[in-house]
C-alpha cells in the first residue's frame, strides 16, 4: 500500500471509530447523562441497560472485536507461514482500529458504571488501549521498510546519503557554506540522558513544536537565494526526509530498546484484561443474562 493511501487508509479506520461513538451517544444522550438511580425509569433503559438487546449487544460485539484484533495480528506476527500474507503494518492497523472501536463498545455497554468485576476489566481494558496507543506512537518511530521490517543502522545512512546526493545533484547552485548552514539549522540534538522518559519527551516535542520551528526557520532561509516555489517546497520536503532519517539513526537502538520495554508492560495488562473479562462473561453466563439466542 502506498504511503499516500496507507496514511488515507488509517484516517479513515480512526473516523469510523470516532464516528461510531458519536452516533451511540447521540441516540442514547439523555439516557447516558442520566443519574444512574433514575435511569430505569426512562424508556431507553430495557434496551440500553448492559443486559438490555442494544447495551448487551454492544458488550458482545466490542469483545469480539478486541479478540479479533489480538489474535489476527498475534498470529500473523508470530507465524512465519503468514509473513508474506500482507503488510505487517496494514494488519496493526486493523488491530488498533479492532482493539479501539471494541472498548468503546464495550464502554457504552457498561453504561459509564465502573465498579465490580465488569469494572475492573473495563479499567485494565483502559490500561490496554492507553499503552497500545503509547506502543503505536514509540512503533512508528522505528524505522520500517516497504514491507514493514525494521532498518539497520548501514541501511538508514544508506537512505540519508541516497536522500543527500538527491539534493546535492538538483540544487547545484548552492554552495558548500549553504549546505552546512541548512545542516546546523536541522539538526537534532541528542538527549544528554539516553533514559526512556528523555528519549520520548524529546521525540514528542520535536513532533510537536521543535521540527515545525526548525523548518520554518530553514524555509526563510532558502527564500533569501532565489529559489522558485516549487523548487523551494521539494528542497523543504527533501531536508525533511533527510532530518527525520538522521532523527532514527541517532535514537535507533534507544527506541528498540523502549519498545521491549514497553512489551513488558503492555503484555500483562492485557493478560489482565482477558482474565477479568472471561470471569466477567462466565458470571454472567451463569446468571442467566442472555442476548439474542
Same mark, same amino acid.
Not at 29 to 55: C, M, N, W
Not at 193 to 222: A, C, M, N, P, W
Given at each position: 500500500?502506498?504511503?499516500?493511501?496507507?496514511?488515507?487508509?488509517?484516517?479513515?479506520?480512526?473516523?469510523?471509530?470516532?464516528?461510531?461513538?458519536? *452516533?451511540?451517544?447521540?441516540?442514547?444522550?439523555?439516557?447516558?447523562?442520566?443519574?444512574?438511580?433514575?435511569?430505569?425509569?426512562?424508556?431507553?433503559? $430495557?434496551?440500553?441497560?448492559?443486559?438490555?438487546?442494544?447495551?448487551?449487544?454492544?458488550?458482545?460485539?466490542?469483545?469480539?472485536?478486541?479478540?479479533?484484533?489480538?489474535?489476527?495480528?498475534? #498470529?500473523?506476527?508470530?507465524?512465519?507461514?503468514?509473513? #508474506?500474507?500482507?503488510?505487517?503494518?496494514?494488519?496493526?492497523?486493523?488491530?488498533?482500529?479492532?482493539?479501539?472501536?471494541?472498548?468503546?463498545? *464495550?464502554?457504552?455497554?457498561?453504561?459509564?458504571?465502573?465498579?465490580?468485576?465488569?469494572?475492573?476489566?473495563?479499567?485494565?481494558?483502559?490500561?490496554?488501549?492507553?499503552?497500545?496507543?503509547?506502543?503505536?506512537?514509540?512503533?512508528?518511530?522505528?524505522?520500517?521498510?516497504?514491507?514493514?521490517?525494521?532498518?539497520?543502522?548501514? $541501511?538508514? @545512512? $544508506?537512505?540519508?546519503? @541516497?536522500?543527500?546526493? @538527491?539534493?546535492?545533484?538538483?540544487?547545484?547552485?548552492?554552495?558548500?557554506?549553504?549546505?552546512?548552514?541548512?545542516?546546523?539549522?536541522?539538526?537534532?540534538?541528542?538527549?544528554?540522558?539516553?533514559?526512556?522518559?528523555?528519549?520520548?519527551?524529546?521525540?514528542?516535542?520535536?513532533?510537536?513544536?521543535?521540527?515545525?520551528?526548525?523548518?520554518?526557520?530553514?524555509?526563510?532561509?532558502? @527564500?533569501?537565494?532565489?529559489?522558485?516555489?516549487?523548487?523551494?517546497?521539494?528542497?523543504?520536503?527533501?531536508?525533511?526526509?533527510?532530518?527525520?532519517?538522521?532523527?532514527?539513526?541517532?535514537?535507533?537502538?534507544?527506541?528498540?530498546?523502549?519498545?521491549?520495554?514497553?512489551?513488558?508492560?503492555?503484555?500483562?495488562?492485557?493478560?489482565?484484561?482477558?482474565?477479568?473479562?472471561?470471569?466477567?462473561?462466565?458470571?454472567?453466563?451463569?446468571?442467566?443474562?442472555?442476548?439474542?439466542?
Amino acid at each position: 500500500m502506498k504511503k499516500w493511501l496507507h496514511s488515507h487508509y488509517l484516517v479513515l479506520l480512526l473516523i469510523i471509530s470516532f464516528v461510531s461513538a458519536v *452516533i451511540i451517544f447521540a441516540n442514547g444522550f439523555f439516557y447516558y447523562t442520566s443519574p444512574i438511580d433514575k435511569r430505569p425509569f426512562q424508556k431507553e433503559h $430495557e434496551a440500553l441497560k448492559p443486559g438490555g438487546k442494544v447495551g448487551h449487544g454492544l458488550g458482545i460485539i466490542g469483545t469480539s472485536m478486541i479478540i479479533i484484533g489480538v489474535v489476527s495480528y498475534s #498470529t500473523r506476527k508470530r507465524l512465519k507461514m503468514l509473513s #508474506t500474507f500482507g503488510n505487517i503494518r496494514d494488519w496493526l492497523n486493523i488491530h488498533i482500529f479492532l482493539c479501539l472501536t471494541g472498548p468503546i463498545l *464495550i464502554l457504552f455497554h457498561t453504561t459509564f458504571k465502573f465498579s465490580g468485576i465488569a469494572g475492573a476489566s473495563l479499567w485494565s481494558m483502559l490500561s490496554v488501549v492507553l499503552s497500545g496507543i503509547t506502543g503505536r506512537y514509540i512503533y512508528a518511530q522505528i524505522p520500517k521498510g516497504i514491507k514493514g521490517n525494521e532498518l539497520t543502522a548501514i $541501511e538508514l @545512512e $544508506e537512505m540519508r546519503k @541516497e536522500v543527500q546526493n @538527491e539534493i546535492i545533484k538538483e540544487f547545484k547552485d548552492l554552495n558548500e557554506d549553504v549546505l552546512n548552514m541548512i545542516d546546523k539549522i536541522i539538526a537534532f540534538k541528542k538527549p544528554e540522558k539516553e533514559s526512556v522518559l528523555s528519549v520520548l519527551l524529546s521525540i514528542f516535542i520535536d513532533d510537536l513544536i521543535g521540527r515545525r520551528k526548525k523548518f520554518t526557520q530553514l524555509r526563510k532561509f532558502l @527564500e533569501r537565494y532565489g529559489l522558485k516555489h516549487k523548487e523551494l517546497k521539494h528542497l523543504i520536503k527533501l531536508e525533511e526526509q533527510r532530518y527525520l532519517i538522521m532523527r532514527k539513526i541517532i535514537l535507533l537502538d534507544t527506541l528498540r530498546q523502549i519498545f521491549k520495554y514497553w512489551h513488558v508492560i503492555h503484555l500483562p495488562f492485557t493478560i489482565i484484561m482477558f482474565i477479568l473479562l472471561a470471569i466477567h462473561v462466565f458470571v454472567t453466563f451463569i446468571l442467566g443474562y442472555r442476548w439474542i439466542f
